[in-house]
């Protein structure tokens, strides 16, 4: 079992930064993938990025590229989201999830956190 517990969200303004952790705990967490979603009001999941649970692999929706870079911690039991130039748009609860394959859908990922919510003013 694994256990995922985000945090790092708040409210900013536009043009701002913020870096959201994700804290694993669990069984052998340094072998999982793991990805960022997103959801805002309204909307439908969102997936933002992935790594591969050595880190070498990572994938970006093109919503976030360039924008929005993800790493893994040394112990590889905290996987960081770093957020610059934050938009309006960028509001939503974002949830950190895991699990043994890379995968850019939901249902790719077994454990889920429960989620952090960002704010991004204008």
């Known amino acids: 079992q694994v256990q995922l517990v985000e945090s790092g969200g708040g409210q900013v303004q536009a043009g701002d930064s913020l870096r959201l952790s994700c804290a694993a705990s669990?069984?052998?967490?340094?072998?999982?993938?793991m990805g960022w979603f997103r959801r805002a009001p309204g909307k439908e999941e969102e997936f933002l990025v992935g790594?591969?649970?050595?880190?070498?692999?990572?994938f970006y929706a093109d919503s976030v590229k360039g924008r929005f870079t993800i790493s893994r911690g040394n112990t590889k039991n905290t996987v960081y989201l770093q957020m610059n130039s934050l938009k309006p748009e960028d509001t939503a609860v974002y949830y950190c999830?895991?699990?043994?394959?890379?995968?850019?859908?939901?249902?790719?990922?077994?454990?889920w956190g429960q989620g952090t919510q960002v704010t991004v003013s204008s």
């Open positions: 999830a895991a699990d043994l394959s890379f995968g850019r859908l939901r249902n790719d990922y077994s454990y």
């Open positions: 669990g069984r052998a967490f340094s072998n999982y993938a």
């Open positions: 790594i591969s649970w050595d880190g070498r692999n990572t």
